[in-house]
């Protein structure tokens, strides 16, 4: 069993930062690709970043690119999201997903490649 859960959502300002962190837990789990996925509503879930074992080998949605920094600790299974400069259009449900198995870079923003998801965190940002 592979246990996700995700922290460090809230209400800031347009222009502020938060940092949302994951862990993922499981006897012998040990995640390939570590992502971070936010539906917000009315929308379908968008890919936002991901990263890979290496953790050299990191992916953003252009939406997000120069203002979000995805990052791993990999022997804990964690992963985290800096979000700076953050605009109302970012206000979602943020989700981070994983999984143990080896995903070509060309489908990492694809959604049903991860079969580990979070219950997710509710990011606001107000104008």
């Known amino acids: 069993q592979v246990h996700v859960a995700e922290s460090g959502g809230g209400l800031v300002q347009a222009g502020g930062s938060l940092r949302l962190s994951c862990a993922a837990s499981g006897r012998t789990f040990s995640a390939y690709v570590m992502g971070w996925f936010r539906q917000a509503p009315g929308n379908e879930r968008e890919f936002v970043a991901a990263?890979?074992?290496?953790?050299?080998?990191?992916y953003y949605a252009d939406s997000v690119k120069g203002r979000f920094t995805i990052s791993r600790w990999s022997a804990k299974n964690t992963v985290y999201l800096q979000m700076n400069s953050l605009k109302p259009e970012d206000t979602a449900v943020y989700y981070c997903?994983?999984?143990?198995?080896?995903?070509?870079?060309?489908?990492?923003?694809?959604?049903?490649?991860?079969?580990?998801w979070g219950q997710g965190t509710q990011v606001t940002v107000s104008s």
């Open positions: 997903a994983v999984d143990p198995r080896f995903i070509p870079s060309d489908t990492l923003s694809s959604g049903s490649r991860y079969g580990y």
């Open positions: 990263v890979t074992r290496s953790a050299s080998n990191t």
